[in-house]
């Protein structure tokens, strides 16, 4: 039965290309109000299981449902789900607006719509440019302009930072903050947690098409989240020093350098300073995700 | 939101698969040698008025005839237009846009119905510039009366749309644009009429009973089907109830055919199976 929660449901959910099985036993929900982080390395099985919720690959197994029902029998899916997916062209002869139109007219939505839209993701001066001459960043904010016609309760992106610049992205980050705020429903996907940090409230994270995290972005990693690398004067008066105030995670790198972990810049520099030892070199390192997947899925963090 | 009836679906769909077509310049593309090929079929009368020996430009079934030949070749551009608006949408990759916001076996139908449109103005425009040149080039031509005139157009309408539909069909089920159009021309201007005399080969034994069932099958084919159709009511005109059959037998290319109106039924079954394989084809494919 189509309930109008915006709600994602997707259970024991799996895709086999011949040999390659892409996803398996896949299972989590996206709610409405949060921004959900869907990350994975590439090839870990993101786009398909996302091209699985939109009805554009079947399931070898398991379901994927919108707001109840599969894909394709909501009655109007541009009006419930918005996507912005890899791969996802334009022709190259048609302009923005004439693109927009032809969406528009399938999902029922009124044309002034187009314009509002155009707006939106600040392309109504190119509007009436063949999309042919587009630079890879338009597309994209095309590509959401289309997603958003249909005013949509749910939001459906695959990796849309790439191709927008920082600006962009910041815009981005902010409208689906924004967007999951209203009530609605946000489902986002990046290999790059540094990406997703910001935005995303809860994130499934996946590898080699299996779950291998959920939960809030707080609970991923740990204690092990950062560490700090300094090049000192002295480091074993500094190791002593930090040991001191209760941080237990410090190494010697092979380079000599000092590597803390579960500390923050600050707190190193203000250490040393106190110990009066000369810092030469400091690095905060955030843990990267490919780090992550080898803790989580139980190698050793390099 | 409350669920949308079906019949707004199908308004939606429509809507924008005109949107889709009209807002690209393919349509109107191939409409100008559409009109081309039949203002220079008309204008001399084509091959008939040269092959038919003992009819002379002035009898209106030579104007009849060509205009059926230029009907012919339209609808091969009619088949066209609809492989590359099917398949255009895999090689531009705005499937997946298309599918989201309709669903696939509503998009197919919309698509078909629209490219059927273009492949019936496709049709008119033939026609109506070709009579244009028959009329003037041909000098002593008469204007064909109305009757038969207008059920060739019909006929041409009929057929021109019903190639639209096929197009739509191969272009959906191969979804590679060179390979599908490609595949239309060569079938059509080639390999049907190969097929054709291979299949009449036996047929010239003298045999009083008539071609052998084989021979019959050349009819039945779906380019011999739109030619029988189109070529049923010129060939009337100009050879007469009694040896109509035999002219629309030479005009044609095939052995013993049925009934115009048959054939149109026989084309119109060729565009049904070919939805129906686009539709369980296209209904399972993955877009990746
Ligand atoms: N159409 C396809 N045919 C065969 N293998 C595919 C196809 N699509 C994806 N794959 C494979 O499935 C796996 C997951 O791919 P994908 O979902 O694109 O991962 P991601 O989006 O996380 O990078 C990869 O090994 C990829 O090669
Ligand atoms: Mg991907």
């Given amino acids: 039965m189509h309930e109008h929660t915006g709600r994602i449901t997707v259970d024991g959910l799996g895709k086999r290309f011949g040999a390659v099985e892409a996803v398996r036993g896949l299972g989590f929900t996206v709610e409405p109000g949060l921004v959900t982080g869907f990350l994975g390395p590439n090839g870990s099985g993101k786009t398909t299981t996302l091209r699985m919720i939109l009805g554009l690959v079947a399931p070898t197994s398991g379901t994927a449902l919108v707001e109840g029902v599969p894909f394709a029998s909501l009655d109007s899916p541009g009006r419930v789900v918005g996507a912005v997916l890899e791969a996802q062209g334009f022709h190259p002869a048609r302009s923005a607006r004439r693109h927009l139109r032809v969406c528009a007219a399938a999902i029922g939505a009124p044309d002034p719509r187009v314009g509002e839209v155009l707006g939106l993701v600040g392309l109504t001066a190119d509007a009436d440019r063949r999309v042919g001459g587009y630079s890879l960043g338009m597309k994209q904010r095309l590509a959401l302009a289309t997603a958003l016609l249909g005013d949509p309760r749910i939001l459906v992106l695959d990796e849309p930072g790439n191709g927008l610049d920082p600006a962009g992205i910041a815009w981005l980050r902010d409208f689906l903050r924004g967007f999951a705020r209203s009530g609605r429903s946000v489902l986002v996907s990046s290999h790059q947690l540094a990406e997703i940090g910001q935005t995303a409230d809860r994130v499934v994270v996946i590898h080699r098409g299996a779950c291998v995290y959920q939960g809030e972005l707080a609970g991923l990693g740990g204690g092990r989240r950062a560490r700090v690398l300094v090049r000192c004067a002295e480091p074993v008066t500094l190791a002593r020093a930090l040991v001191a105030k209760g941080l237990m995670e410090v190494d010697t790198l092979p380079d000599g350098r000092l590597s803390i972990g579960g500390a923050n810049a600050v707190l190193v520099g203000d250490t040393a300073l106190a110990a009066g030892v000369a810092v030469y070199g400091l690095v905060e390192e955030q843990m990267d995700l490919e780090q992550l997947f080898l803790q989580l899925t139980g190698g050793v963090a390099g | ?287 990746t």
């Fill in chain 2, 1 to 287: 939101m409350t669920a949308v009836p079906s019949a707004g679906l199908a308004a939606r769909m429509v809507k924008a698969e005109l949107r889709r077509t009209l807002s690209v310049r393919m349509w109107w593309a191939l409409l100008i040698p559409v009109v081309l090929l039949s203002l220079s079929i008309n204008v001399f009368g084509g091959v008939f008025s040269s092959s038919l020996s003992g009819v002379g430009g002035e009898t209106p079934g030579v104007l009849l005839a060509s205009l059926a030949y230029s009907l012919s070749l339209g609808s091969v551009f009619a088949a066209v237009h609809g492989a590359v608006q099917s398949s255009g949408e895999f090689r531009h990759r705005t499937i997946t846009t298309t599918y989201l916001t309709g669903g696939r076996v509503p998009v197919l139908l919309a698509r078909s119905g629209v490219a059927a449109a273009v492949g019936a103005l496709y049709a008119l425009g033939s026609v109506a510039f070709g009579l244009l040149a028959g009329l003037l080039g041909q000098g002593s031509a008469t204007f064909p009366s109305a009757g038969p005139l207008l059920g060739l157009i019909g006929t041409g309408i009929a057929v021109c749309a019903l190639w639209a539909v096929l197009g739509v069909a191969v272009g959906t089920l191969m979804t590679n644009q060179a390979g599908a159009v490609v595949l239309l021309l060569v079938y059509v201007l080639a390999i049907e009429n190969v097929l054709s005399l291979i299949l009449k080969s036996g047929s010239g034994s003298g045999l009083d009973a008539g071609p052998p069932a084989i021979a019959r099958i050349t009819s039945y084919l779906p380019a011999n089907a739109g030619d029988v159709a189109l070529y049923d009511i010129p060939a009337v005109v100009l050879a007469g109830p009694r040896y109509g059959r035999d002219a629309v037998e030479s005009l044609a290319g095939v052995a013993s055919p049925p009934p115009g109106w048959a054939s149109l039924v026989v084309l119109a079954l060729w565009a049904g199976a070919g939805i129906a394989a686009a539709w369980v084809v296209g209904e399972r494919r993955d877009i």
